[in-house]
């Protein structure tokens, strides 16, 4: 699925995450006498990075002007979607600091 990447005018907002709650698809294989769906609930948490009418893209990592750990997900698909600001975006001026004895 190709997603429309922001624009060098639209930078991605690192004050804010999203969690995403999702249905994912399943597969198995092997012999078995189940008739029954079998989907998974998902969550996802990360920074938004694309969106249109098809879908959104999320990452987990973000270092101007990339993105890793990306997942790509349906629009159809997702439940529920919220906004977490965390206010400690890289283009915040403000660091935050957090001590790791």
Same mark, same amino acid.
Not at 22 to 49: P, Y
Not at 77 to 95: A, F, L, V
């Given at each position: 699925?190709?997603?429309?990447?922001?624009?060098?005018?639209?930078?991605?907002?690192?004050?804010?995450?999203?969690? =995403?709650?999702?249905?994912?698809?399943?597969?198995?294989?092997?012999?078995?006498?189940? /008739?029954?769906?079998?989907?998974?609930? &998902? *969550?996802?948490?990360?920074?938004? *990075?694309?969106?249109?009418?098809?879908?959104? &893209?999320? $990452?987990?990592?973000?270092?101007?002007?990339?993105?890793?750990? /990306?997942?790509?997900?349906?629009?159809?698909?997702?439940?529920?979607? /919220?906004? =977490?600001? *965390?206010?400690?975006?890289?283009?915040?001026?403000?660091?935050?600091? =957090? $001590?790791?004895?």
């Amino acid at each position: 699925m190709l997603l429309k990447k922001k624009s060098k005018q639209e930078k991605v907002n690192t004050n804010y995450i999203e969690i =995403i709650e999702w249905t994912d698809a399943q597969a198995d294989n092997g012999w078995s006498d189940s /008739r029954e769906t079998e989907l998974v609930n &998902c *969550i996802t948490i990360g920074f938004l *990075i694309a969106e249109d009418k098809k879908g959104i &893209c999320v $990452a987990n990592t973000w270092a101007e002007p990339e993105s890793n750990s /990306r997942m790509h997900i349906p629009k159809p698909w997702i439940k529920s979607r /919220r906004k =977490i600001y *965390i206010g400690t975006g890289i283009e915040n001026k403000k660091e935050s600091t =957090i $001590a790791l004895n």
